[in-house]
């Protein structure tokens, strides 16, 4: 517990060391909590960012088997290499407080939660598949063409019941906390360049046996991209988005995790639209973390 309790305090001590600057704005501090604006947009194709979403999902992930665990029995493996599954995302980044602004940006304080779950929806039992949890905040900050993010969070990842009564599969111990650093550059057509990493200070799958066997760290992530959003249609209340984001973990001897996403949406308090989502390298999903998977997805997306 003492791990979980750090980055709690790490956290509050972001806000904390901003005193200055909010002293600096004018107005009452009610007047600054909750604000509208977050400095900055989520990236549009990473799997992972939270969002409302429901989507159908054809995955090849049950085709293979990785090292992360034991083999474990499918019932019907002739079924699962191009499996149908229901995917649900429920997250929000949101903003909590102004603190500070000025010309062309400001700075505000962000928390945000996720959890991304998938069900076995060819069969019966609708078999729960796992679930990958994020919980955290920080700092998002913009000049002008310039912005970028700061964010500490605990990730967890849970398989499912079902699927481990009917597999025999073992759940494996994937998790810990990180400290998460983006900048991106907005260029004047609306395409934004953005790129960072994290630092993971804690981690729970280090001492996976497979890891550890191995001697492999679980200490840096990387990531970059490109996205825009665009707005011509209905007096620019409805538009389209699109976007192509890379990462990769040392976890994973850094092999490339690529993820394209194109959509239509509106331009709302919801944001809400559909995405086409499509990806190609080690899951998404913590449990399988180290298994190969290409899926493409269509999703109703919401961003509140």
């Known amino acids: 517990m003492r791990r979980p309790a750090l980055g709690l305090g790490l ?22 909590l909750l604000p509208e604006h ?16 429901a989507s159908l999902l054809k995955s090849d992930l049950l085709s293979r088997q990785g090292p992360e665990r034991p083999d474990f029995t499918l019932p019907d493996p002739d079924d699962s290499a191009s499996d149908v599954v229901a995917a649900v995302a429920l997250g929000i980044t949101f903003p909590i407080a102004d603190l500070a602004a000025w010309e062309g940006g400001g ?6 939660a996720a959890v991304h779950s998938r069900f076995r929806i060819e069969y019966p039992s609708r078999d729960d598949l796992g679930q990958d949890w994020v919980v955290g905040g920080g700092l998002a900050a913009a000049w002008d063409e310039l912005s970028g993010r700061l964010r500490i969070h605990h990730r967890s990842s849970h398989l499912g019941d079902e699927f ?18 983006t900048g991106a550059y ?29 001697g492999r760290p679980d200490s840096y992530t990387a990531q970059a991209g490109v996205d825009g959003e665009w707005f011509p249609l209905k007096n620019g209340r409805l538009g389209f988005n699109g976007g192509v984001d890379w990462q990769a973990a040392q976890r994973t ?15 709302n ?36």
């Open 11 to 32: 956290t509050v001590a972001l806000a904390l060391t901003t005193g200055s600057p909010l002293q600096a704005q004018s107005g009452s501090a009610w007047d600054r």
């Open 38 to 53: 977050n400095w900055f947009r989520p990236p549009v194709a990473d799997p992972l960012e939270p969002r409302f979403g």
């Open 107 to 112: 700075l505000v304080l962000t928390g945000h």
């Open 164 to 181: 481990m009564q009917l597999t025999g599969a073992q759940r494996i111990e994937f998790g810990g906390e990180a400290i998460e650093l």
């Open 186 to 214: 907005t260029h004047a057509d609306g395409v934004r360049f953005y790129g960072g990493g994290s630092w993971i200070f804690h981690s729970n799958t280090a001492a996976e046996t497979v890891l550890a066997e191995w």
């Open 253 to 267: 001897n850094w092999r490339r995790a690529l993820a394209v996403a194109a959509g239509i949406h509106a331009r």
């Open 269 to 304: 308090a919801s944001r809400l639209g559909f995405t086409v989502r499509w990806f190609s390298g080690p899951s998404t999903m913590g449990e399988f973390f180290l298994t190969d998977e290409t899926y493409v997805a269509l999703e109703l997306t919401g961003r509140f």
